[in-house]
């Protein structure tokens, strides 16, 4: 089997260094109506690392092309922006080229180059005030994709995104929680998580968990960086996860688009957008609504997301634009089940009492200004306004029988954010070589108030303390400061070789004012003492961090890359004092420093083959991480600490051929297609001071970790088929299998899942239909430490789903 895997992905290999040649395109670009040159239009060419750009005559040339297809935009000032594509004969082709002046109105349609039918890309070397260069990226294109978008279906959203490690336990897809390399899924907690290139998360510093998750209806594109995007994004292992939302669209002044879906347990969701632009005016919004009661009992959720997006361009040359996003839900939650009773039943649950409210606000303010055709700025202010609950009865032996006269734990979380980010490109000449300079800072300030105490007896979702002052277990301040100064350049040592060095100094100023308490009581329930103790904390600290990629692109259909790059994740003050009867925090717990590095190869070939293979290598120090450990009265609890140094390494391989497409005579009505996505991964502790963990398999890390499928359709009816699995993981460090009366450690099992979907389109309607777990398995992704269990939280079984879709 494995040999099977490697010889296709060779043959991937092969066929991107046979496409290598010499042709050569020369063009010239002039305006339409005063047929005068145009000096200094930047030519793109789709796959390339380069810009070219025209000379005082309107000239231009692009070297070593393959004989075929290829796609080049345009970019101008006081021109609109032209996409086409040219076919490039052997030896030297000689095109010539129009732009429109935006000086006057025009009535013609508008020219868009068609997206690939791929559903994953890669993004350019540099995007708008963005340097990718030799890093490891990936673009999904929801709109490519037939899945089950109306849930947020990560699992199909993501399929093409190799190692990732996804829990699946919200099935009306409420949260996002990935992560890859050996990096805790939870709430996607160790990405940078973006929309449109800003902070939503609750604190980037202190507590960077993401409640809020976009609906996938509403985004155009989803940018993944792995770890070398640390350093324009942050210092943190996992990368960058960007979403992208919908543009207004240019060519009328309103279309409406509207979706409704119904699916099994209870499951429905109308999303409906608005959108268009008037003379200067763009705009774009949506509104969601969702709710379910879902798969086990005692899982109701009612959500609401609105989103609204205003753009006015100022000149020909500078925007401005304003955001603003609301999402709130009231989700109650089942709780976790041990071994046994999953085993027993895993619909079940004894849980009617535990809730989850959020309350979510995003706020920014863009300014984009093109200095002139080689130089560009960027400026945004962004805030984050923003509230979490939890309430419920959460005993550390999950089997305890719940009765409405026990009170309840609460936890409160309350988020006041804001910071401010300014990015400078320039594309610069040196000599007769070709650069790329980025310089950007950023200052970010958040607040985060948690507490924790006594919460009310009953059932229903009352968010209230009870005698706050003297029941409060713990009440928290948590101000941090981040300031940041980042820069990296794109060396073009020739037309196929780059270098792009970066470098990001970080200043970091976290504090912990507030008090922890500790109630202690007789058997029967009432209080003996109640004690509260001071406490302030206050770290300072600043460092530098460096990374180096290498490019190697003799083609626009093939390149090699390589980058390593140093990697930081802060402690988060406010993990350290909640309070959880199942787990004891450490107190010295120390930031985590280490470094990531991918080298591979990419490329694609006339919109036939798309494909992806790297070695990565992730060396994390002072990781922290869970352990088990018996306590004084022989309990089994969990210890959160430094756990020592882990190395993970691994292979990751992606690959998706448009088979009909290799067929004489290309049938434009028929098409099929079939990716692979596989990663192999080997991890462990290599150094440890706790006993029985060095050597120990690092936790959240699947050995195989494999997602396949294949699509086929016909003009406008598409079909498409996946299979998910992965092999068996652990959930702490001690690589315990039994999870015991708490079931928050032990082993994770392997798991197939596979999915079935469809899709039909007739000029403004649209109809999808959805399987989702198509067998109907009884699986779980994920052990709960805290909230929503603690314990076994299993996945959704068997589900249906249906979308009518209309636009106009």
């Known amino acids: 089997m494995k040999l099977k895997v490697y010889s296709f992905f060779i043959f991937f290999v092969l066929i991107g260094f046979a496409s290598l040649a010499q042709n050569t395109l020369v063009g010239e670009v002039r305006e339409k109506n005063s047929d005068a040159p145009i000096e200094g239009c930047s030519v793109y060419l789709k796959g390339s690392r380069n810009i070219f750009t025209t000379d005082s005559a309107g000239r231009f040339s692009i070297p070593n092309l393959k004989s075929g297809t290829h796609q080049l935009q345009f970019f101008s000032l006081n021109h609109r922006s032209f996409k086409t594509e040219v076919t490039v004969d052997a030896g030297t082709t000689t095109l010539a080229f129009t732009l429109e002046s935006i000086e006057k109105t025009l009535n013609e349609v508008t020219v868009t180059a068609q997206q690939g039918s791929f559903g994953m890309t890669r993004l350019r070397e540099v995007e708008g005030t963005a340097i990718f260069a030799a890093k490891k990226s990936e673009v999904i294109l929801p709109e490519n994709l037939v899945a089950n978008l109306a849930t947020n279906n990560a699992r199909q959203v993501y399929s093409r995104v190799a190692g990732l490690n996804i829990w ?137 997301t609105a989103y609204a997006d205003i753009h006015y361009q100022l000149t020909d040359d500078a925007k401005i634009g304003l955001e603003v996003t609301h999402m709130d839900y009231l989700a109650q939650q089942p709780g976790g089940l041990s071994d046994e009773l999953f085993a027993a039943n895993p619909r079940q649950s004894n849980r009617e009492r535990n809730w989850f409210k959020v309350d979510w606000n995003l706020f920014n303010a863009h300014y984009d200004w093109k200095v002139n055709h080689r130089s560009d700025f960027n400026l945004i202010a962004f805030g984050v306004v923003a509230s979490r609950y939890s309430l419920g009865f959460r005993p550390n032996r999950v089997a305890t029988v719940d009765n409405e006269t026990f009170e309840r734990d609460l936890i409160a979380g309350d988020f006041r954010n804001y910071g401010f980010e300014a990015r400078f490109l320039n594309r610069y000449k040196l000599g007769k070589k070709d650069g790329v300079f980025l310089v950007g800072t950023r200052y970010y300030h958040g607040f985060n108030h948690s507490r924790q105490g006594v919460g009310p007896t009953g059932k229903g979702p009352d968010f209230t303390f009870v005698e706050p002052d003297q029941l409060t277990s713990s009440d928290y301040r948590f101000p941090n400061r981040n300031v940041s100064l980042f820069a990296e350049n794109v060396f073009f040592l020739s037309s196929k070789w780059s270098v792009t060095p970066g470098l990001r100094y970080e200043h970091i100023r976290t504090t912990a004012d507030g008090y922890y308490g500790n109630i202690v009581r007789d058997l029967a329930g009432n209080i003996i003492t109640i004690t509260q103790t001071p406490e302030k904390r206050v770290n300072p600290r600043g460092f530098l961090i460096a990374g180096i990629g290498v490019s190697y692109k003799p083609s626009a259909q093939f390149e090699a890359y390589g980058n390593i790059s140093q990697n930081y994740r802060s402690i988060t003050f406010s993990d350290m004092r909640i309070a959880n009867p199942s787990a004891v925090i450490d107190p010295n717990l120390q930031d985590e420093r280490g470094f990531s590095a991918d080298a591979g190869v990419r490329g694609e070939k006339n919109g036939v083959l798309n494909y992806d293979l790297n070695l990565f290598a992730l060396n994390y120090g002072n990781r922290i991480g869970e352990v088990q450990f018996y306590d004084e009265n022989d309990r089994v609890l969990r210890k959160r600490t430094n756990i020592g140094r882990a190395l993970i390494v691994g292979l990751e391989s992606y690959g998706e051929v448009e088979l009909l497409r290799l067929l004489p005579g290309k049938p434009d009505r028929w098409g099929w297609s079939v990716f692979g996505n596989l990663a192999l991964i080997r991890s462990s502790y290599v150094k440890s001071q706790i006993p029985g963990v060095q050597g120990n398999e690092v936790e959240f890390v699947p050995a195989v970790n494999l997602k396949s499928g294949m699509r086929w359709g016909y003009r406008n009816l598409k079909a498409s088929f996946q299979f998910t699995y992965l092999s068996d993981q652990y959930s702490d460090a001690t690589n315990a299998v039994d999870g015991g009366f708490s079931a928050v450690v032990g082993r994770i099992p392997s798991y197939h899942i596979m999915d079935f979907s469809l899709s039909w389109t007739y000029r403004w309607l649209k109809l999808e239909g959805s399987i989702n777990n198509l067998t109907n398995e009884f699986y779980y992704t994920r052990r709960a430490t805290g909230y929503p269990g603690p314990g076994i939280l299993p996945s959704d079984g068997r589900a249906f789903f249906l979308t009518v879709g209309v636009k106009w």
């Not at 939302?245 to 119904?262: H, I, K, L, N």
């Open 168 to 304: 699946e336990n919200d099935g009306g897809g409420l949260q996002l929680s990935i992560g890859g390399r050996g990096l805790d899924p939870n709430r996607t907690s160790n990405f940078n998580v973006r929309q449109n290139g800003y902070d939503i998360s609750a604190d980037a510093l202190g507590y960077p968990e993401s409640y809020y998750t976009p609906p996938t209806e509403a985004l155009k594109r989803i940018k993944i960086v792995r770890g070398a995007a640390s350093l324009q994004y942050g210092t943190q292992f996992g990368g960058l996860l960007n979403f992208e939302m919908r543009q207004p669209v240019t060519d009328r002044t309103f279309e409406v688009t509207s979706r409704q879906t119904v699916g099994s347990f209870g499951f429905f969701n109308s999303f409906n957008s608005v959108s268009g632009t008037a003379k200067k005016l763009s705009y774009y919004a949506f509104f969601q609504y969702k709710k379910a009661d879902g798969w086990r009992p005692n899982s109701h959720f009612d959500s609401k």
